[in-house]
């Protein structure tokens, strides 16, 4: 009985796991092994191509190359400020949803979620007309409040990233807050009241404490995801050449060496190291965020 009971729960699990093999461990293997090779020209190309094993010689290249570091050390710059801005916003929705009625939070809920239902390009296309100063509707808005702004500036061209990406994400990451908070016991809330805590204290006592592991939840997977931004630059390039070069981020630099450059081993490696650089960022921070590791 128990061995059948077993059968059945690999058999449920096997779908995942072969989508995790195929999809994951063996595109990461073959990048591992693709990282140590490097194809070289002679003859200026016309005597063909020769694939030569040079082991880390690849990884030495990227780590020391500038192009690349300084795109990781942009995008971690851009992250330290966006990622709590984000977070902060999600949290203080998700608390209001929280302090309303079950079913005026049910009425507002799709609303807040359809930001994050609109595919990542469609919503980057919108922002981007919206940004437009020949079409879009910000630059005369700013006029008239007599700003004189242009999203596309160099000095801009972050900030309206940032401002993209929050509004998509924003709606995803407060429905997790906010699933966490339905999960913390009422009586708790009730106590507090009780007490005589106001809501604002109840909220930073009470409810922003109990939601602490999704916060660190959330905040891990902004983490992944900011040092993998790319199509958002990807199509402001389009707009502004000249402010988003082609190694503005991380992604954009390896996706030039490998689509653009054809260097697909050098692409390899460069990508190894930034999942490396991925996988110890997220450490980091779960080992001095969560409350177990205090």
């Not at 400020?81 to 209001?96: D, E, G, K, R």
């Not at 005369?140 to 972050?158: C, H, I, Q, R, Y």
Request: net charge positive; proline share 6%; aromatic share 14%.
């Amino acid at each position: 009985m128990v061995r059948s009971l077993r059968w059945k729960g690999a058999a449920f699990t096997a779908p995942f796991l072969m989508g995790f093999v195929f999809l994951f461990l063996i595109p990461i293997g073959y990048a591992l092994y693709q990282s140590l090779f490097l194809e070289q020209q002679s003859g200026l190309g016309l005597g063909g191509t020769s694939t030569e094993f040079v082991g880390l010689k690849n990884y030495g290249h990227g780590l020391t190359d500038s192009t690349f570091l300084g795109a990781v050390w942009r995008v971690f710059l851009f992250a330290c400020v966006q990622i709590p801005v984000m977070l902060t916003f999600s949290l203080v929705m998700a608390l209001l949803l929280d302090s309303v009625t079950a079913r005026a939070a049910a009425r507002f809920r799709p609303v807040l979620l359809v930001p994050y239902m609109i595919p990542g390009i469609v919503a980057a296309i919108v922002w981007i007309n919206l940004y437009s100063p020949l079409v879009g509707p910000l630059t005369p808005l700013g006029k008239t409040l007599g700003f004189s702004w242009d999203f596309f500036a160099p000095a801009m061209v972050w900030p309206s990233i940032g401002n993209l990406l929050t509004w998509h994400g924003i709606g995803y990451t407060m429905l997790i807050l906010y699933a966490a908070l339905q999960a913390v016991p009422r009586e708790l809330f009730d106590a507090a009241r009780v007490d005589g805590a106001s809501e604002v204290r109840l909220a930073l006592s009470v409810k922003i404490p109990a939601v602490r592991p999704a916060l660190v939840l959330t905040g891990m997977l902004s983490i992944i995801g900011m040092l993998q931004i790319f199509n958002e630059p990807m199509l402001l390039r389009h707009v502004t050449p000249q402010t988003v070069t082609a190694g503005f981020t991380p992604i954009m630099v390896i996706y030039n060496e490998a689509f653009n450059a054809g260097n697909y081993d050098y692409a390899a490696a460069l990508s190894v190291i930034l999942a490396a650089i991925l996988g110890t960022a997220s450490y980091l921070f779960y080992r001095f965020t969560s409350r177990e590791a205090a």
